[in-house]
Nanobody
Framework: QVQLVESGGGLVQAGDSLRLSCAAS????????MNWFRQAPGKEREFVAV????????YYAASVKGRFTISRDNAKNTVYLQMNSLKPEDTAVYYC???????WGQGTQVTVSS
């Protein structure tokens, strides 16, 4: 089992930046990829970004590409999501997930005011 705990959410204004963290514990040797997803009120959960745990390669949703950066610190078993130039439409609960959804965190709320 892998346990994931997100932190770093909050209320910011449009144009501000925020960094989310997701700390993994437990059987971390089984982690191959780490994802960020988000779910806005009344909407389906959507993919945001993914990073390969070993190689560090990344991929982003078109809606966040160029504004968000996913990174990982293998020594700390932590993945980050740096979010810049935030927009009101980025408002959502952000979840980290291991291996495409095999394990999920509890989520952290990000609210961007206009």
């Amino acid at each position: 089992q892998v346990q994931l705990v997100e932190s770093g959410g909050g209320l910011v204004q449009a144009g501000d930046s925020l960094r989310l963290s997701c700390a993994a514990s437990g059987r971390t040797v089984s982690i191959m990829t780490m994802n960020w997803f988000r779910q806005a009120p009344g909407k389906e959960r959507e993919f945001v970004a993914v990073v390969s745990w070993s190689a560090g390669s990344t991929y982003y949703a078109a809606s966040v590409k160029g504004r968000f950066t996913i990174s990982r610190d293998n020594a700390k078993n932590t993945v980050y999501l740096q979010m810049n130039s935030l927009k009101p439409e980025d408002t959502a609960v952000y979840y980290c997930a291991a291996n495409g959804g095999q394990y999920w965190g509890q989520g952290t709320q990000v609210t961007v005011s206009s």
